[in-house]
Each structure stands twice: as C-alpha cells, then as structure tokens.
C-alpha cells in the first residue's frame, strides 16, 4: 500500500465515509478506490487535491510517495542481478502511465493511426477537449503553405462538425478530404480558403461539406 493510498483509506474510514461514497463523490469506479487504497495506482496531484477536498483534510504530495517507492526499488535492487535502470524506469512508467495518454496520429482518411504521441490528461482531458476526441493529422500537401502549415508538419486537432468561423478545418467536400480555412457568407453559404503560394477561395453549400475537425495547433516539421 502506497503512503497516499493509506492516507486516504484511514481518513475516509475516519469520517465514516465507504469507497462507493468517495468514487461517486470524485466521478470515478469502486474499484478505482479501492486500487488507490491498495497502491496498485499512482494517481496525480488534480486527483489528489479532489480527494483532499472531498474528505476535508489535506493528503501528501504525490511526489513524496513517487520518491519512496523508487527508493524502495533502488534499495531493493541491491540485492537483486537485475539492472537498477531497468526497475526505475518500470516505477516512472507506472506512475506516469494514468496521466500521459497516446494520441493517435492519422492521415486524413482516419482510418488508421500510422503512430503515436504522448500527451499529458488533466482531469480526464487533453488540452481542455474529451480524450476520445483529440487526434492529430499528418498534413499530406501544401495546400495550406500562405498559412504556415506544410506537408509533412503534425497538426494537432478535435473532432467537430460545428462551422466556426475563420477556423482551419478537415473538410469534406465531394469525395475528397482537405484542410482549408472556413469563412462564413451567410446561413447557407461558406467560403474554403487555401493558400499555396497563392490565395485560392471555393464558395461553396453549407450542405454540400462535412466538417471532421477543427487544426488547434502545428507543430512545425524541420
């Protein structure tokens, strides 16, 4: 049992409340309590200044529990053959592997992740968006060049179908799908801008397009 975890599992029965109360108090499983509890996971300090709001007393610092358990794997290791590296890098992994998600990188038929990157959960989101709706796209051309996205640059995107205005978006249009730049005409008209060298806008039906995502952000390909 994890310092944190004991922490917890003594004030809660302190006050009288059952892991069921606490789990539906902090939004979360029975079991997940109880795997707190027990120090079979690490959770991170948002969590931590949940429970510690919820229960009414203050809880240690994650840290501080972090920091005995790889001391405990160092002394250990001791008397262990195996490489020490190899067991404090298992302890990192454990404890960072709640909160660094793996956000899938498409192409923009989204049909399969062509790889990953790790990106950090705060109270279940990531950058602000639900975990099930954040990607990122693999830009496949330079259609998007006067707006400083290239081929090949990673952009970091959420799953929508709202028309926002003067967003960059995954469109729809027809049988192909491309990032452009959507500006508002009216309730029944938008305009695609792209830019490659040169600017090019494409008025077309409200009906006509389907919005897949709107690009938050690029990180910049060198």
């Known amino acids: 049992m994890s310092r944190v975890g004991e922490k917890i599992k003594s004030i809660r029965n302190d006050i009288g409340m059952s892991q069921k109360q606490l789990s539906k108090k902090l939004g979360v499983s029975e079991s997940f309590v109880n795997e707190v509890e027990n120090g079979r996971k690490i959770i991170n300090q948002n969590l931590i200044d949940k429970i510690s709001k919820v229960l009414g007393k203050d809880i240690n610092d994650i840290t501080m529990s972090f920091e005995e358990q790889v001391y405990e794997e160092e002394k250990n290791k001791k008397y262990s053959i195996e490489p020490k590296k190899e067991k404090v890098k298992d302890v990192w992994n454990e404890a960072f592997g709640s909160v660094l998600k793996n956000v899938p990188i498409y192409e923009y038929n989204l049909q399969k992740a062509i790889a990953f990157k790790q990106l950090p959960l705060i109270n279940n989101k990531i950058d602000g968006y ?17 707006f400083r ?19 960059i978006c995954l469109v729809e249009h027809g049988s192909e799908r491309v990032i452009r730049q959507i500006k508002k005409l009216d309730n029944s008209k938008v305009l695609l801008i792209s830019n490659k060298g040169s600017f090019r806008t494409e008025t077309v039906e409200i009906k006509e397009i389907n919005i897949i995502a709107k690009l938050d952000r690029v990180e910049i390909k060198l």
Do not use: P
């Open 130 to 146: 639900s975990q099930d709706k954040v990607f990122y796209l693999q830009i496949e051309d330079d259609d998007m060049l006067g």
């Open 149 to 167: 996205i290239s081929k090949g640059d990673l952009a970091f995107a959420h799953s929508t179908h709202e028309i926002e205005n003067n967003s």
